[in-house]
């Protein structure tokens, strides 16, 4: 579903350039969910971005899907990752004078989904992650939780077939942790999606398939995991 090959990345910091992202290769199959850990500083962050095609490679291939996102221009770029990828954030990034179900919905408007079709999607979806009492809800009237199970929910309504995790757990305590983590476990289960979380955490190391650690802009160990 996902290959990368020899990606490189530098940003110029002062007079100099420094290389973040060093060499990257990566294999991720269909359904899989892939955990990537690391600390503070390793170019998690960078990974994800350039593998969503949100910043540019300097180097190398990123193929989701059978597309070589490394040859799309802005355009291309913005509209494949809006029909193939879900995105999930620390700070779950809700638009806050929408309500939860208008959140939800914002990714099924880009889309052109007619409003009826929307607003059951999105409900499903919602219920889906255990807030069917809370459709009308602003994000300040949420909990932590609450806020990132909908920011899931708006990443998975259109149906994706790759999510990218980018420290889901990082505001949470740890209790809210594990359920989110149960969540994107159950979901990848039930939806087959693929799923690569990064996060500096090692809470996720029970939920993931594979563990690649990230050391430094390169991914240095892999560890394949049995069923949780
Ligand atoms: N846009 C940028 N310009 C310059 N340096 C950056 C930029 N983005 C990230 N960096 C640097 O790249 C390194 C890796 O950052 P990041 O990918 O955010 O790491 P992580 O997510 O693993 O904490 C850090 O040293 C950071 O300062
Ligand atoms: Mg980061």
Do not use: W
Request: charged content about 25%; aromatic content about 6%.
């Amino acid at each position: 579903m996902i290959q990368c090959r020899d990606i490189h990345k530098a940003f110029p910091i002062g007079k100099e350039t420094v290389e973040i992202l060093r060499g990257i290769n990566l294999d991720v199959a269909k359904g899989e969910f892939v955990a990537i850990v690391g600390e503070s500083g390793s170019g998690k962050s960078t990974f994800l971005n350039v593998l969503s095609g949100i910043m540019p490679t300097d180097q190398g291939e990123m193929i989701i899907a059978d597309a070589h996102l490394e040859q799309m221009n802005e355009n291309e770029l913005a509209l494949f990752r809006r029909g193939h990828l879900g995105f999930i954030f620390q700070s779950y990034n809700l638009l806050p004078q929408l309500s939860a179900i208008e959140n939800v919905e914002m990714p099924l408007i880009f889309a052109g989904v007619p409003k009826a079709e929307r607003r059951q999607q999105a409900k499903t979806m919602l219920s889906k992650v255990g807030l069917s009492e809370r459709f009308d809800h602003l994000p300040s009237e949420l909990s932590g939780g609450q806020q990132q199970r909908v920011a899931i929910a708006r990443a998975l309504v259109n149906n994706p077939q790759v999510i990218l995790a980018d420290e889901p757990t990082g505001n949470l305590d740890s209790k809210t942790s594990i359920e989110i983590l149960d969540l994107l476990k159950q979901l990848n289960r039930d939806e087959g999606m693929t799923f690569v979380v990064v996060t500096h955490s090692h809470v996720v190391y029970e939920y993931a398939d594979r563990l690649i650690e990230m050391k430094d802009g390169l991914l240095v160990k892999e560890e394949q995991k049995g069923e949780k």
